[in-house]
């Protein structure tokens, strides 16, 4: 495609995106100008640079946070804890698994970024009890350690909750990206438990991938999943989910690369398939991969509200 075509390509999304979305949405025109101009590439700094200055800087008021907290033996098995300062106990806690293409990434990008500790201050000053996890990475720890992980981080969460003033009995589970394979994977797989029917009152994945042989995998993914295809529909979360009961909020961005949008249609219709009922399915407006989750904790809050109601109703 040349510069003049791709230049009309993204005048005409804007254009589109603009007439949608200019009466309803809390993003600043300016804003959703830079990230029709990012497009659908996933790019975290760039991303970033456009929603840190909207973000907090620590120390965070009234909130309590507890860093590095181990809970395994690995070296990337540790979590952080954000507890608000006042509000009854026990609250529901949110646990977030970030995303990094299976190989990257961490609960924090830097030591002193913004991100996603947003997600956390959110968390807590909604009420809840926040718990920010990190895990190991491929191609070190290829299939299935992440989602060993995942399961040592509930089975934590569960025995510690009530020192942290949280409910283990309202435990929800989101990630993003990688994260949320990792987490639909925790849900879809039983087998993977350490805690009585997997802990979790609901799950929440954003911009996922759930079913691995409807899409090419690239070689982020092949160095967890591992190279063999007739592996990869038992590895993947689609069916196990359909036959999983739990509530489920599932959402992709606008701006999402093709394949993100593709597997969020994929879960959303075989969701609608169980006998508890459809998932919470949620597309949003002018969003990318990145920026659905770095703006958390702004003004736009078209999925935190989203999340806010999931989490007080279940549904």
């Known amino acids: 495609m040349t510069l003049t075509k791709v230049a009309l390509t993204i ?28 497009g659908r590439a996933i790019d975290p700094p760039k991303t970033a640079a456009i929603y840190a200055p909207l973000q907090a800087r620590e120390p965070y008021a009234e909130v309590k946070v507890q860093r590095d907290v181990r809970y395994g033996t690995a070296e990337r098995n540790l979590l952080d804890v954000f507890t608000p300062d006042s509000a009854a106990a026990p609250r ?17 990008t830097t030591p002193d970024s913004p991100f996603y500790d947003n997600i956390m201050l959110w968390a807590a000053r909604s009420g809840f009890v926040g718990v920010n996890i990190t895990y190991r990475l491929a191609p070190k720890f290829p299939w299935p350690a992440g989602v060993e992980d995942v399961a040592s981080a509930v089975q934590w969460v569960a ?7 949280g409910d283990p009995s309202r ?30 009152a609901g799950a929440i994945m954003v911009s996922g991938v759930y ?15 591992g190279t063999d295809p007739s592996r990869f529909k038992e590895r993947s ?7 999983q009961p739990l509530p489920l909020l ?53 999925l935190t509200r989203e999340i806010l109601e999931f989490m007080q109703t279940g549904k």
């Not at 025995?159 to 003033?165: D, L």
């Not at 042989?213 to 092949?222: I, R, V």
């Open 11 to 38: 005048v005409a999304t804007a254009l589109t995106l603009t007439a949608a979305h200019a009466q309803q949405s809390p993003m600043p025109d300016d804003i959703a100008w830079k990230l029709i101009e990012i």
């Open 92 to 108: 529901p806690i949110l646990i977030f698994v970030h995303g990094g293409a299976f190989i990257g990434g961490n609960k924090r």
């Open 159 to 165: 025995a510690h909750a009530a020192e942290n003033g």
């Open 171 to 200: 435990v929800y589970l989101m990630g993003h990206s990688a994260g949320a394979v990792h987490v639909a994977t925790y849900v879809a797989h039983p087998e993977f438990h350490k805690v009585g029917g997997g802990g979790l």
């Open 211 to 225: 079913d691995l042989t409807a899409t090419p995998l690239g070689d982020q993914e092949m160095a967890y999943f």
């Open 237 to 243: 979360a689609l069916s196990g989910l359909q036959a």
């Open 250 to 302: 599932i959402a992709s961005a606008e701006l999402d690369p093709p394949r993100f949008v593709e597997q969020f249609e994929l879960l959303k219709q075989a969701a609608c398939k169980r006998p508890s009922g459809c998932a919470r399915a949620v597309m949003l407006p002018q969003h990318s991969h990145m920026s659905e989750v770095y703006a958390i904790n702004t003004g736009d809050d078209r």
